[in-house]
């Protein structure tokens, strides 16, 4: 190399200032100048965007996604605690009926700690320290158009400043081409990979859903008085796939003393934004104790709803000739029903995978990018299959009925969590499962297979297990 001369820096787009996004781009800024594209303007601290209405539901991110954020992002989640998020141990800081109708004692022997807040804030967290990165530039009020290039590699991203929109036919004022050694299209559910890898003459891609139809409604409340002084623990009834419809809900307290209740339904039970209907619909649960507890506290704004919210994954790992240069991460390869809170730390664990692979190779090898998309989708496939397991099971979820051995799995995980239930060692070895942080050849261990053969045998509980402080709290 000649002296003087200084080795162009590689560079990457980001589609999308989406958690993943972010979370992609804080990833790929050691390999790369990063340029993230958003079609919205971002709020200054932690305020709604439009661009995640789903932000209004209840959140959490898994033991897993607590660690990968971390890896990612060192301090970051004890900067959140820090503005009034938590880390919550699962499962004593919870408490939890399983869908089987099984509650869960709150043993405090494991190690799980999952983070808890309220989506704008850890979103405004998450923007503040990964948009301070001076490698990290923002393009907002911008729309992605296309993908540059052809089916053996893209070569950037085409993109119109202004006001958000689909079309990109006619005039192109105001649209230019950002050039990338890595495109990574982080646009989540709406996003338009797939039509635009066939506009470069590359493969259809094979997707799949699994939707049990579930509908959700979510209300702020003003925490009691008495509980604002005290952790007071999540509440969590999750619906039973055995009964139609299925119903349950989850109280989640968060910063600024308030309790996020989202209540949940499947086709045919599904809760409503009616003010009135709200907290009976809680009280008619099959354990009525989110009702109890939110009756008669101040609510705080409206009623929020969505539908949107199958299971639904599209599988890029598959495609036998993937185009260099292109990656897509996030809600945009797979999306869960939010449930089982798993969006997030996949996000994570994703955008760690993507740092991971470049770490050992770096950017511009032939081939990176198809083992990129490999590598994101392990964490997207144990998600994936925690999720469509349970969901499967809903009447006109799938075309696809479970098979023989689906079944036989979905009946086994059951009699895991009854077993995690009353044992401290099977529980620690089922959230190691729930939380991303093992596969699910975890619960095959002795830790799950010894108490589940031959004991000890606690009894299950009869009723939540709310303590009698808690619940006076809560409950004058």
């Given at each position: 190399?000649?002296?003087?001369i200084?080795p162009?820096?590689?560079?990457?787009v980001?589609?999308?200032?989406?958690?993943?996004?972010?979370?992609?781009?804080?990833?790929?800024?050691?390999?790369a100048?990063?340029?993230?594209?958003?079609r919205?303007r971002?709020?200054?601290?932690?305020?709604?965007?439009r661009?995640v209405?789903?932000?209004?539901?209840a959140h959490?991110?898994w033991?897993?996604?607590?660690k990968?954020?971390?890896?990612?992002?060192?301090g970051?989640?004890?900067e959140i605690?820090?503005?009034?998020?938590?880390?919550?141990?699962?499962?004593?800081?919870?408490v939890?009926?399983?869908p089987n109708?099984v509650w869960?004692?709150?043993?405090?022997?494991t190690?799980?700690?999952?983070?808890?807040?309220?989506?704008?804030?850890l979103?405004?967290?998450?923007?503040?320290?990964?948009?301070a990165?001076?490698r990290?530039t923002?393009?907002?009020?911008?729309?992605?158009l296309?993908?540059?290039?052809?089916?053996?590699?893209?070569t950037?991203v085409?993109i119109?400043a202004g006001?958000a929109?689909d079309?990109y036919a006619?005039?192109?004022a105001?649209e230019?081409?950002?050039?990338a050694?890595?495109?990574?299209d982080?646009?989540?559910?709406?996003?338009r990979?797939?039509?635009w890898?066939?506009?470069?003459g590359?493969?259809?891609?094979?997707e799949?859903?699994?939707n049990?139809g579930v509908?959700y409604?979510t209300?702020?409340?003003?925490?009691?008085e008495?509980a604002?002084?005290i952790?007071?623990?999540?509440?969590?009834?999750q619906?039973n796939?055995?009964?139609?419809p299925?119903?349950g809900?989850?109280i989640?307290?968060i910063?600024g003393n308030?309790?996020?209740?989202?209540?949940?339904?499947?086709?045919?039970g599904?809760?409503s934004?009616?003010?009135g209907?709200?907290?009976d619909f809680a009280?008619?649960?099959?354990d009525?104790v989110?009702?109890e507890?939110?009756?008669?506290?101040?609510?705080l704004?409206e009623?929020?709803?969505?539908r949107?919210t199958?299971n639904r994954r599209?599988?890029y790992?598959?495609?036998k000739?993937?185009?260099d240069?292109?990656?897509?991460?996030?809600?945009a390869?797979?999306?869960?029903?939010p449930?089982?809170?798993?969006?997030?730390?996949?996000?994570?664990q994703c955008a760690?995978?993507?740092?991971?692979?470049l770490g050992?190779t770096?950017?511009?090898?032939p081939?990176l990018?198809?083992r990129?998309?490999?590598a994101a989708?392990r964490p997207?496939?144990?998600?994936?299959?925690l999720?469509?397991g349970q969901?499967?099971?809903?009447?006109?979820?799938?075309?696809t009925?479970?098979?023989?051995v689906?079944?036989?799995?979905?009946?086994f995980?059951?009699?895991?969590?009854?077993?995690?239930?009353r044992?401290?060692r099977?529980?620690?070895a089922?959230?190691?499962?729930?939380s991303?942080?093992?596969?699910a050849?975890?619960?095959?261990?002795p830790d799950m297979l010894?108490?589940?053969?031959?004991?000890?045998?606690?009894?299950?509980?009869?009723g939540?297990?709310?303590?009698?402080?808690?619940?006076?709290?809560?409950?004058?």
């Amino acid at each position: 190399m000649a002296e003087g001369i200084v080795p162009r820096r590689p560079t990457a787009v980001v589609i999308g200032a989406s958690a993943t996004g972010l979370l992609a781009a804080a990833a790929l800024a050691d390999f790369a100048d990063v340029t993230v594209v958003e079609r919205d303007r971002l709020p200054d601290g932690p305020e709604p965007r439009r661009g995640v209405p789903q932000a209004r539901h209840a959140h959490l991110v898994w033991s897993g996604g607590v660690k990968a954020l971390d890896d990612l992002l060192p301090g970051l989640t004890g900067e959140i605690v820090a503005h009034g998020g938590r880390l919550a141990h699962i499962m004593g800081d919870m408490v939890s009926r399983a869908p089987n109708e099984v509650w869960f004692r709150r043993f405090t022997s494991t190690h799980h700690r999952n983070l808890v807040c309220s989506r704008d804030l850890l979103d405004s967290v998450l923007r503040g320290r990964v948009l301070a990165d001076e490698r990290i530039t923002l393009r907002q009020e911008t729309t992605a158009l296309r993908l540059e290039g052809d089916a053996t590699a893209v070569t950037g991203v085409r993109i119109r400043a202004g006001a958000a929109t689909d079309a990109y036919a006619g005039d192109d004022a105001g649209e230019r081409t950002l050039r990338a050694d890595l495109v990574v299209d982080a646009s989540g559910r709406g996003s338009r990979a797939p039509r635009w890898l066939t506009e470069l003459g590359g493969p259809s891609i094979t997707e799949r859903e699994v939707n049990a139809g579930v509908a959700y409604a979510t209300r702020l409340y003003r925490a009691p008085e008495a509980a604002r002084n005290i952790d007071f623990p999540l509440v969590n009834v999750q619906a039973n796939p055995a009964k139609a419809p299925g119903r349950g809900g989850i109280i989640l307290p968060i910063e600024g003393n308030r309790w996020i209740v989202t209540l949940a339904g499947t086709r045919g039970g599904e809760p409503s934004d009616d003010p009135g209907a709200f907290v009976d619909f809680a009280l008619n649960l099959d354990d009525p104790v989110i009702g109890e507890l939110v009756k008669g506290l101040e609510p705080l704004g409206e009623i929020v709803t969505t539908r949107a919210t199958a299971n639904r994954r599209r599988y890029y790992e598959r495609v036998k000739h993937w185009p260099d240069g292109f990656l897509v991460l996030g809600d945009a390869v797979a999306g869960y029903n939010p449930v089982y809170g798993h969006g997030l730390t996949v996000a994570a664990q994703c955008a760690l995978a993507v740092r991971d692979t470049l770490g050992a190779t770096g950017l511009g090898q032939p081939g990176l990018a198809r083992r990129l998309q490999r590598a994101a989708a392990r964490p997207v496939a144990a998600a994936w299959d925690l999720a469509v397991g349970q969901d499967a099971l809903y009447p006109g979820a799938t075309d696809t009925r479970p098979n023989g051995v689906e079944r036989l799995l979905a009946r086994f995980v059951d009699k895991a969590v009854e077993t995690g239930a009353r044992n401290p060692r099977a529980l620690a070895a089922l959230l190691d499962v729930m939380s991303l942080e093992r596969p699910a050849t975890r619960l095959f261990s002795p830790d799950m297979l010894i108490p589940m053969l031959i004991g000890p045998r606690r009894p299950h509980l009869q009723g939540s297990p709310l303590t009698d402080a808690e619940r006076k709290t809560a409950v004058p």
